[in-house]
């Protein structure tokens, strides 16, 4: 009785953090592997978080880890010569679930230096999809419309396309952050209810194998008009 208590208390419930974080250089990106921990009952995503250390700019860059359920990744971009903070949050339908420990890499430009189990390579087989063309904003009251073009065709299938979006409005001091997963080829997307804020709204291309293309960005300056009536 106890253990049947036990799993139904743990069923529909935010996921647990992801484990047994490994990770490798290649080049100036950076190969990522974890253990999923427990989804919560539902089908969860991992979201990656990083940033540099000691940078002004203290907001986190995220990365949403596509299929579902996925438990490896490669970041690319990278600053060579850099440390990282990084830690990874997976999500279900019941919303973010618990943290990594943040965990410190440094990206080195020599090959054979090291640090913990960092490997570094020249070498990538990686083919990224091109990126979205043409991001374009305009807001119609409390609707923010959201459109794009196709990137030029390439030989890389495209099965996704990721918007990312943040606003100045903080929350626990940090520039929120949502994202949503749009199949293509759709290419438009209406985010309803918006507060008064800048957006800064990005779009990423994803291939059938996960990868990423280059964000294209925009962002607009959301203004509410408020309409009062005068009592004579």
């Given at each position: 009785m106890f253990i049947k208590n036990l799993i139904f208390c743990l069923l529909d419930t935010t996921p647990q953090a992801p484990h047994n974080i490994?990770?490798?250089?290649?080049?100036?990106?950076?190969?990522?592997?974890w253990e999923p921990g427990y989804d919560g009952g539902r089908s969860q995503h991992f979201i990656i978080w990083y940033r540099l250390l000691h940078s002004r700019k203290r907001n986190w860059n995220q990365?949403?880890?596509?299929?579902?359920?996925?438990?490896?990744?490669?970041?690319?971009?990278?600053?060579?010569q850099q440390i990282y903070e990084?830690?990874?949050?997976?999500?279900?339908d019941f919303g973010l679930g618990t943290f990594t420990p943040?965990?410190?890499?440094?990206?080195n430009n020599t090959k054979g230096s090291s640090i913990d189990y960092l490997y570094y390579s020249n070498k990538t087989n990686l083919s990224r999809p091109l990126s979205p063309k043409?991001?374009?904003?305009?807001q119609s009251g409390s609707n923010l419309y959201i459109t794009w073009n196709h990137p030029p065709s390439n030989t890389i299938k495209i099965l996704y396309y990721v918007i990312q979006w943040r606003s100045t409005i903080l929350f626990n001091n940090q520039q929120s952050q949502q994202s949503i997963l749009i199949n293509?080829?759709?290419?438009?997307y209406i985010l309803k209810d918006?507060?008064?804020?800048?957006?800064?709204?990005?779009?990423?291309?994803?291939?059938?194998?996960?990868i990423y293309s280059l964000p294209i960005e925009s962002q607009i300056n959301i203004r509410m008009l408020f309409f009062f009536k005068l009592i004579l």
């Open positions: 490994q990770y490798k250089q290649i080049s100036s990106n950076l190969f990522l592997s990365i949403r880890v596509i299929p579902n359920n996925a438990s490896e990744f490669t970041l690319f971009d990278l600053k060579i990084l830690t990874i949050v997976a999500e279900n943040i965990i410190l890499i440094q990206l043409n991001l374009r904003l305009s293509y080829p759709i290419h438009s918006i507060k008064q804020s800048k957006y800064i709204i990005q779009i990423l291309a994803y291939s059938d194998k996960g």
